[in-house]
Nanobody, 125 residues
Framework: QAHLVESGGGSVQSGGSLRLSCARS????????MAWFRQVPGKEREGVASIDDDGITTYADGVEGRFTISLDDSKNTLYLQMNDLKPEDTAMYFCAADPGLRKTLPLHESSYRYWGPGTQVTVSS
């Protein structure tokens, strides 16, 4: 089973940047897909970005070009670099993981069984 812990959240002004990190441990899978999701109170969790075992990335329409997902296998850490942040990016951000080479629905929460507790990102105008 995979254990995930996010960090790097905080408060920034519109146009600013943050880098989220997700430390993974405890897994014993030959292949693993990972992703970032976010959620605001009263709304469903939405997929932000994903990366499959081959390093293929997928982004939600509203973040492509501003956010970059990456994985450092040597550090067992997943990253989300977020640039040009907007107030609508304010949310709790979650790291997710699931065994496998790739996902049919890489930005759907049902594709992932392991989740971190989340880190809050707040963007002020």
């Amino acid at each position: 089973q995979a254990h995930l812990v996010e960090s790097g959240g905080g408060s920034v002004q519109s146009g600013g940047s943050l880098r989220l990190s997700c430390a993974r441990s405890g897994y014993d899978y030959r292949a693993l897909c990972m992703a970032w999701f976010r959620q605001v109170p009263g709304k469903e969790r939405e997929g932000v970005a994903s990366i499959d075992d081959d390093g293929i990335t997928t982004y939600a329409d509203g973040v492509e070009g501003r956010f970059t997902i990456s994985l450092d296998d040597s550090k067992n850490t997943l990253y989300l670099q977020m640039n040009d942040l907007k107030p609508e990016d304010t949310a709790m951000y979650f790291c997710a993981a699931d065994p496998g080479l790739r996902k049919t629905l890489p930005l759907h929460e049902s594709s992932y069984r392991y989740w971190g507790p989340g880190t809050q990102v707040t963007v002020s105008s």
